[in-house]
C-alpha cells in the first residue's frame, strides 16, 4: 500500500513547484521594468486592468478617443433610429401651442406661436365617439413610436422622387391638441379651436414670387397639416377650421365605411344634440354645414354593411361618388386612381384616411374592423397616385394601439402612409 502514498506524495510535490515556478514567472512578467512604455499596457501591446493586475485580451484602444475632434455626431447617422424624442419620423418639436413658448431661449429648435412653418404633423387624442372598439385615443402616441425607423438618414421616398427633410420645407411636430374626455361638445370645440390656431400661422416657405395663392381666401399661403388620430369625428372641426381659410373643400376618404348617415338613423338621440356627432356622422354634419364642395367629393374602399339601400342616396346627396373596395379587381389601382383624380382635380383637397380600408389582416388595430379591404401595397401606390393634386390638409385616424399585434402593424403602416403623405405635399410646395 506504500506505493500509491508515494505517487500521491510525488504528484502533490510536482504540482506544488510546478505552481511556483509559475507564480515566480508571472511575478517576472508584471514586476519588469515600466520606464519605457505606458503603465496601463504590456510590451505585447493589450491592455492591463490596474485593479487586478490582470490581462485583458481585448485589442488595444487609443485613450484619447472620446476627445478625437474628427468625430461628428451631427451627422444624418449620428441619431439612431432607436433613440431621440419620439417625434413623428425624428422632426423637430414644435411646441406650437404652449403658453410658453414665446420665452423659449434664443437658437431654441422649437417655435413658438405665431412662428412659421409650412408643414405639421398634429395628434388629436379624441375617440368619446365610437360604435364599437374604443382606444384611438392613443393613436397618436402609437403612430409616432412606431416612425421611428423613418430619419434623415435614409428620408428619400424612391417613388414620389423627393426627401422630405432636405426639401427646404419647415416641417415640425406640433405634439398634440389637449382634448377632453368627458364632454364631446368640448371636445370639438379645442379640436377646432387648436387646428384653426395652427392653420392661421404664416408659412416659412411662400408661394414663388409673383404667385398668388390658388385657394386660400386670406390671399395669403397658410400651412398643411396632417392629423393623427383618434377617431373618425375629429374631421368635423378639422373642416370647420379649413373653411374659414379655403371655403367648401373637396374631399378623399378612404375608409371601409361611408360615415355620411343621417344621425335619425345611426346614434342620434333627440335628448342629445352631442350624441348626433360621432364617428359615422360627421360627414352629413359636414355636408349640411356647407363644408364639402357638393358633387366633387369621393370615398374609396368601402365595403360595411348599411342600415338601407337609401344609405347610398343619403351619401350622394352629401356630395360623394364612391368606389366599393372590390372594384379594385376589375379596374386595378390605375383605375382607382383615375375615377379619384376625375373626382377632384381643380380643387383644394382633404385627404382622410380610415385605417380600416385596410383588410385586417394589414391593419387588426381598428375600433370597426371590416373584412374584404385593400392591402398596404395597394393603398400606397393609390396615394402616389395623387401625386400633384393640391392637399391642403390630411389625416390618418382609427389607430387603436391596444388590439395591434406584437408586431404593431397597424401602428407601423399607418406611420408609412403619414409619411407618403408628407411626400406629397412636399413635393407639391406651398399652394
Known amino acids: 500500500m506504500r506505493a500509491p502514498i508515494l505517487t500521491a506524495a510525488t504528484a502533490a510535490v510536482s504540482l506544488l513547484t510546478g505552481t511556483l515556478a509559475t507564480l515566480d514567472a508571472a511575478q517576472k512578467i508584471l514586476g519588469h521594468d515600466h520606464s519605457s512604455h505606458d503603465h496601463m499596457r504590456d510590451v505585447h501591446g493589450v491592455y492591463r486592468n490596474p485593479s487586478d493586475d490582470g490581462i485583458n485580451p481585448f485589442p488595444l484602444v487609443e485613450p484619447d478617443v ?62 368619446t365617439a365610437v360604435s364599437f372598439r374604443p382606444g384611438a385615443r392613443f393613436g397618436p402616441s402609437g403612430i409616432r413610436h412606431n416612425s421611428k425607423r423613418m430619419s434623415k438618414f435614409r428620408g428619400y421616398n424612391v417613388p414620389l422622387g423627393v426627401n422630405i427633410y432636405e426639401s427646404g420645407q419647415k416641417i415640425l411636430d406640433c405634439g398634440d391638441i389637449p382634448v377632453t374626455a368627458f364632454d364631446n361638445n368640448l371636445a370639438v370645440k379645442q379640436m377646432q379651436r387648436g387646428y384653426t390656431s395652427l392653420l392661421q400661422r404664416p408659412v416659412k416657405t411662400p408661394a414663388k414670387e409673383g404667385k398668388k395663392p390658388r385657394y386660400a381666401k386670406t390671399g395669403r399661403s397658410h400651412p398643411k397639416l396632417i392629423t393623427l388620430g383618434g377617431d373618425h369625428t375629429l374631421v368635423l372641426p378639422v373642416l370647420r377650421s379649413l373653411e374659414t381659410v379655403y371655403g367648401p373643400v373637396s374631399v378623399i376618404h378612404f375608409d371601409s365605411h361611408l360615415d355620411s348617415w343621417d344621425p335619425g338613423f345611426y346614434g342620434g338621440d333627440e335628448a342629445s344634440k352631442a350624441s348626433t356627432i360621432n364617428h359615422g356622422t360627421f360627414f352629413w354634419h359636414a355636408a349640411n354645414e356647407g363644408l364639402i ?139
Open 66 to 127: 472620446l476627445s478625437d475632434a474628427s468625430i461628428n455626431l451631427d451627422t444624418p447617422a449620428g441619431d439612431s433610429i432607436f433613440s431621440g424624442l419620439g417625434t413623428f419620423a425624428h422632426l423637430p418639436f414644435g411646441a406650437c401651442l404652449s403658453p410658453i413658448a414665446g420665452q423659449l431661449p434664443e437658437g431654441s429648435e422649437e417655435v413658438a406661436p405665431g412662428d412659421s412653418f409650412d408643414i405639421a404633423v398634429v395628434g388629436m387624442p379624441f375617440d
Open 293 to 431: 364642395r357638393n358633387g366633387s367629393s369621393t370615398h374609396a374602399g368601402i365595403r360595411t354593411r348599411l342600415a338601407h339601400p337609401t344609405d347610398y342616396d343619403t351619401d350622394k346627396q352629401c356630395g360623394f361618388s364612391l368606389q366599393e373596395a372590390h372594384v379594385i379587381d376589375d379596374i386595378g389601382i390605375k383605375g382607382i386612381v383615375k375615377n379619384i383624380r376625375k373626382a377632384v382635380e381643380g380643387n383644394p383637397v382633404y385627404l382622410s384616411i380610415d385605417i380600416d380600408v385596410l383588410d385586417p389582416s394589414a391593419a387588426p388595430a381598428t375600433g370597426t374592423p371590416e373584412t374584404g379591404g385593400w392591402t398596404s401595397r395597394e393603398l400606397r401606390k393609390i396615394l402616389r397616385g395623387l401625386d400633384g393634386l393640391d392637399i391642403i390638409g390630411a389625416d390618418v385616424v382609427e389607430v387603436a394601439p391596444a388590439y395591434d399585434n406584437q408586431a404593431a402593424l397597424t401602428q407601423m403602416v399607418a406611420a408609412d402612409l403619414v409619411f407618403e403623405i408628407l411626400g406629397l405635399m412636399v413635393k407639391r410646395g406651398p399652394l
